[in-house]
């Protein structure tokens, strides 16, 4: 009897919590078919003219397309970095290897806050001793980004390849490959999966962030996020609910396809 009560708690106590992380989600979802352009419970009726209007607007399709290059710059330049390191440091000695990780890991643990502080007085000062627009431009921002992709990234691929079969690469080191030839046809290969998680991962981490973003925008050039809460200043209808459902599909598409490859409960 005491176990039922037991197994009974802890699922009900389980159910709960799920509720209580999607409970915002649905709450949001649900008011994007709203009628009414105040919203307000029960709704009068359900429509889906706020999915055009959010379609229709420049500022949300803008800041869209802009959010999708940053993403993208971000996650290939943290591939970039993330790749050659987490293979150099898999064999590299240990104390060596948990500094370096702690190191290329470090930017998780400062507030994005102040991370954007600091990247947008030292791009002001860039700007001011060459003379060259750094604020602003999709390189800077992406650049920026990167420092939040590149810890995502060395995760995810240390994960994947903490998993990966050491004999492979030594049998074909003693059949006479060089270091160059197995890493390009034997450890590239095998972390293909992790290499895909590590991108799909940094840009979902890159497309959302609003912390650094809101430092580093041009009044012409604004991330979604940016452009929502912009939005959210003057008009509270349901087409920020719209909007945001949309990059809730976008970005739970793409934490799906990563979790095909790399399980992100190993590295989150």
């Known amino acids: 009897m005491m176990e039922v009560a037991r197994k009974f708690i802890i699922r009900a106590w ?3 919590g799920f509720g209580y992380v999607l409970f915002p989600l649905a709450l949001v979802v649900w008011m994007s078919f709203f009628r009414n352009e105040i919203p307000s419970v029960p709704p009068t009726g359900y429509t889906l003219a706020w999915y055009q ?4 607007n420049p500022d949300f399709s803008s800041g869209f397309l802009f959010s999708i290059q940053v993403a993208v710059i971000a996650a290939v330049l943290g591939l970039m970095v993330s790749v050659p390191a987490t293979i150099v440091l898999r064999k590299s000695d240990k104390m060596l290897a948990k500094a370096a990780v702690q190191l290329l890991t470090a930017p998780l643990i400062v507030p994005s806050i102040v991370l954007g502080a600091g990247i947008y007085i030292s791009l002001v000062m860039l700007e001011m001793t060459t003379g060259l627009p750094a604020v602003g431009s999709v390189w800077a921002l992406g ?6 992709t590149i ?3 060395v995760r995810l691929l240390l994960a994947n390849l903490a998993t990966l079969d050491e004999t492979v690469e030594e049998a074909a080191a003693s059949l006479g490959a060089s270091q160059f030839h197995v890493l390009t046809t034997i450890t590239l290969p095998m972390i293909r ?3 895909v998680a590590a991108a799909l991962f940094s ?8 912390e650094i973003s809101v430092f580093l925008v041009s009044p012409g050039n604004s991330t979604l ?3 929502i809460l912009q939005y959210l200043e003057w008009k509270l209808d349901p087409t920020v609910s719209a909007v945001s459902v949309a990059q809730i599909v976008l970005i739970a598409g793409a934490l799906l396809i990563a979790d095909r490859y790399v399980k992100l409960t190993r590295v989150v």
Do not use: D, K, Q
Not at 143 to 148: C, K, N, R, S, V
């Open 143 to 148: 650049l920026a980004h990167t420092l939040m």
């Open 14 to 16: 389980v159910i709960l």
């Open 225 to 227: 996020p940016i452009a």
């Open 53 to 56: 209007r959010a379609y229709e």
């Open 193 to 195: 999966s992790g290499v």
């Open 203 to 210: 840009f979902v981490v890159s497309f959302g962030n609003i």
């Open 151 to 153: 810890p995502w990234c």
